[in-house]
Structures are given as C-alpha cells and as structure tokens.
C-alpha cells in the first residue's frame, strides 16, 4: 500500500506544488485547505475543504494519515501581514496547534511544520548589508510581527511534542518561495509576483512605464524558487533532523535589483518610483550552512530562471485578464 500524505494548504501556492510533487512520487495524498487551488486542478487523491482552526476538521483531515506536511497558514505579502496582527495570529495559532495535535492522537509516524524566516528577530536585520542569519540566530527572540511570533511558538511546540511525546516532528523555515501559481495580485502577493505583475503591465498595455516600488528599494531578501522549496521539504521530511533549518537561496539582493532582473526577463525598460509603504526588514538573509550539512544539498535554480518562468505565467495571467475586461464592461452595459 502507498504512503498515505496530508498536505494541509493544499489550495495555497506551496502547498499545490507540493501535492504534484508528491504524486509523482508514487505516494496517496489528501489535499486539505478552506478553498481549492485558484489557478490550477489539485493533483491530490482526496481534496477535502476543512476549517482547521477546528480540532474537528483537523481530526477529520489526519484519520488514517501517515505523515503531514503542514503548510496552512494565513498569511500573504508585506502589505498583508504587517496589517492584520490579530486575525494572523489568532487564526494560525488555532490551525497549528489543532493540527499537531489531532495528527499525534491519530497515530501519524511524520510530522513536517512549515515555519518562516520571519522568526529571525529585527535586530538582525537592521542593514541592507545584513549577515546571513543562521538557525541559532532566532534568540534571544524579537520576530518584526504577529506571524514571526506565532511562527516561533509553533516551533517550540513541535519540539516539545518531540521531546515530551516522542511524536517525529520536522521544522523547516521558508525564506521568500516563488514561482507560478502563485498568487499575483489582490494585495496578498508577494515582492517577486508583484514585480512581475508590475512590469508585465508596462509591457502589455504600452503606457507609462514607471512601477511603484514601496520604499527606497535598497531593501534586500534572497529569494528560492518554488521547485527547490518542495524538493528541499520532502528531502528535510526523509531526514532524521529534528531541530529548525532554513531552506531559501543565499544570494542577497536589493528590491532595485530585483525589479531589474523581471525588466530584464520581460525585455522592457521600466522607470522607478520610490513611493511609501510597508517594507518590513532592512535586509534579510539565509545562511545555508546547516543545510547542506543536513541534507547534503542546496537549491539549484538561479533567481534568473525562477523569475523567467514565474514572469512568462504572470504575463499570461494579466493578457488574459486584461482582454476579458472589454468583455465585462460590455456585459454590466447591458
């Protein structure tokens, strides 16, 4: 009998990646989220909508499961999460718990948790310049927001629930996921998609060429691509490593930059406007060391890649919308 998976979010970006990487893998999965997949048909077995800020629903989502990937969450960009404090981590805070805890009275043997780098704490990050941080780095504690903070105390959970119930949980940190079938636009996109729709607009529509770039765009992150983020999750779940482990690029570039190399993969020159807006850390970056160390690998696809394939879905995304709003403009005049 094949393995049988739960990958909660399964309706979110990563966590649809996740479930096609899975299948192809020979492994049964159960998809679970409140809403299915915008964009593409879930590959999942058995798609269930669930609330699992719900024990209830989060019984239901792991009878008969073998190992979880727990990738649900309320969360989005900069703009969102700096905004909605309360209801992130009120609403996390409930998905995590209950889902720990129903898939360790259910009896699964893996439990993977999908934490950020949001947990590294602002006096960290406080030049563009910034060092890149490492797993240890996370204390003494002072996450930016609501979503680093509950992000943190789920972790400590976990590894609670290891030393306490012997329940095999795994941690892994995100540092910035991109890439296609991701969400673009709407206000809980993130840098890389909103770049992309930013410049994809320059160049389908033939206007004004200048993109709003919140702040003075000297601002750094590193940013991974969605097919090594899934890659590295299921490699991390194979492993016996028990303790918190980055998985992200380490190559640290500015928000300039950034909008540069999707100028550069659109083939339009664009004009900047530094505009105010939230823009969280002054430099974020992952230290890959443990990582290699750990899994004996590291993410492969260049930023240049990723953003070429991420760019080219979003630019398809926005020519379709932008040729049905003709469409609907005649249809509300009737």
């Not at 095999?168 to 540092?175: D, E, G, L, M, S």
């Not at 750094?220 to 482990?245: K, N």
């Not at 990582?291 to 991420?310: A, F, M």
């Not at 760019?311 to 040729?323: K, T």
Request: hydrophobic share 35%; proline share 4%; net charge negative.
């Amino acid at each position: 009998m094949p393995t049988k998976v739960l990958v909660t979010g399964a309706g979110g970006f990563i966590g649809h990646h996740l479930v096609t990487y899975l299948k192809k893998l020979d492994y049964w999965v159960r998809g679970v989220d409140i809403k299915h997949p915008e964009y593409a048909p879930s590959d999942a077995d058995s798609f269930e909508i669930l609330d699992l800020r719900r024990l209830d629903g989060c019984l239901q989502a792991t009878r008969g499961i073998d190992e979880v990937y727990a990738l649900a969450a309320d969360m989005g960009g900069m703009g969102y999460i700096s905004a909605h404090h309360a209801e992130i981590l009120y609403n996390n805070a409930l998905i995590n718990f209950h889902t720990l805890e129903a898939a360790r009275i259910n009896g699964a043997k893996r439990y993977l948790y999908t934490s950020s780098a949001c947990v590294y704490p602002e006096y960290r990050q406080t030049e563009a310049e910034v060092t890149p941080l490492r797993e240890e780095d996370a204390y003494p504690a002072m996450p930016q927001d609501a979503y680093g903070w509950e992000k943190l105390l789920t972790e400590r959970l976990c590894l609670h629930y290891r030393a306490d119930y012997n329940f095999p949980t795994r941690i892994v940190r995100f540092h910035n996921i991109f890439g296609p079938l991701g969400t673009w636009d709407g206000g809980r996109e993130k840098a890389p998609a909103a770049m992309c729709r930013k410049v994809a607009r320059v160049k389908l529509t033939g206007g004004d060429p200048t993109i709003e770039i919140w702040g003075d765009g000297e601002q750094t992150r590193s940013f991974c691509y969605i097919d090594d983020c899934v890659e590295g999750i299921y490699r991390l779940m194979r492993s016996d490593h028990a303790e918190p482990l980055n998985l992200g690029q380490d190559r640290l570039i500015s928000i300039n930059e950034l909008a540069d190399l999707v100028s550069a993969a659109a083939g339009v020159e664009v004009r900047k406007r530094h505009v105010s807006g939230p823009q969280g850390v002054r430099g974020r970056n992952s230290d890959n060391t443990r990582l290699r160390e750990v899994l004996g690998w590291e993410p492969q696809i260049s930023l240049e890649e990723g953003l070429g394939r991420t760019y080219g879905w979003i630019e398809d995304q926005l020519r379709e919308q932008l040729e049905a709003e003709p469409v609907r403009g005649a249809m509300a005049a009737l």
